[in-house]
């Protein structure tokens, strides 16, 4: 640990989260009894909404608003990239990751695979960790699915997940929201997907996934948050409570990176949702099977 802080800037303050961070960090998110997080202080922020660098300012005590995300390099010692638009994801992070900051990127992590390759090749270079992920693969129901399936893997013949959608949105249309299912998916039943079936209908997506030798279904578009594990001689179906603990969890692991210096998971399976989702994509604007690309050599 060090005497000082550890400063953290946020990017992308339109989002909610930046203010779920800025609280749990600096002190007064509710879930946390106002308590703050020791070792780390958000000092800086950048973002275009007034309105949320206000709130930021106010309810959290950040002092300094850049004008762009370069000027931020002297101000924090490790950065938060929260904004909205996956497309902005890489941009916001380049020159900070270039200039030695550890990074956490919200989801999605970016909305192209290139983008999501690039973004670890930056890391790798610097020597600095980065982290990516929604917090709806790290809450407590999810993980105990994960668990279970570990256990008797033998017996597993397949399973579905829900989440919900949106698909008209300034922020990417189908990306906006679409990784949570997929990185439920991915922590329970692994990210090694090898094709994908898609269709939309209506305000809904419905997919199959292939692993081989089992598939998985999603649907995004219900409110709630679910998923299932169909074993030989069982079903088990959970509701998955994403806001007790999902922020907390995220911050958990961006905070121990920070002060390891190693990323919390491995860089393939961090980036394999967005390889995943560019499937699923295609899947469901060409009527067609389509096989998941391969991430190349990071």
């Not at 989440?163 to 299912?181: A, C, D, K, M, V």
């Amino acid at each position: 640990m060090c005497n000082k802080d550890i400063r953290v800037a946020i990017l992308g303050t339109e989002n909610s989260h930046a203010l779920a961070f800025g609280q749990l960090i600096n002190g007064g998110h509710p879930l946390r009894g106002g308590r703050l997080t020791p070792g780390f202080r958000v000092t800086s922020a950048y973002g275009y909404d007034g309105a949320a660098n206000d709130k930021l300012r106010e309810l959290c005590g950040v002092e300094y608003f850049a004008d762009s995300p370069e000027q931020l390099i002297d101000h924090c010692d490790a950065i938060m990239v929260t904004a909205r638009h996956g497309a902005n994801h890489l941009p916001y992070a380049r020159e900070l990751i270039k200039a030695g900051k550890p990074a956490f990127i919200d989801k999605p992590t970016t909305c192209d695979e290139g983008e999501a390759v690039e973004l670890v090749r930056l890391a790798k270079a610097a020597g600095v960790p980065l982290c990516s992920f929604s917090c709806c693969g790290i809450v407590t129901d999810t993980i105990a699915l994960k668990q279970m399936v570990a256990r008797e893997r033998d017996k597993l013949i397949g399973g579905s997940v829900s989440s919900p959608i949106s698909l008209e949105n300034e922020y990417g249309g189908f990306w906006f929201y679409t990784q949570h299912l997929i990185q439920i998916m991915g922590e329970i039943f692994g990210y090694d997907v090898k094709t994908v079936r898609a269709k939309k209908r209506n305000d809904s997506v419905i997919m199959q996934a292939n692993y081989g030798d089992f598939e998985v279904s999603g649907y995004w578009g219900p409110s709630d948050y679910s998923a299932s594990v169909y074993f030989k001689n069982r079903s088990v179906l959970r509701s998955l409570d994403i806001g007790t603990d999902g922020y907390q969890r995220e911050l958990n692991l961006f905070t121990d990176m920070v002060l390891s210096g190693q990323p919390p998971v491995d860089y393939r399976d961090m980036i394999a949702p967005v390889f995943i989702l560019t499937a699923v994509e295609r899947a469901f604007e060409s009527g067609e099977e389509v096989a998941v690309n391969e991430i190349p050599e990071l």
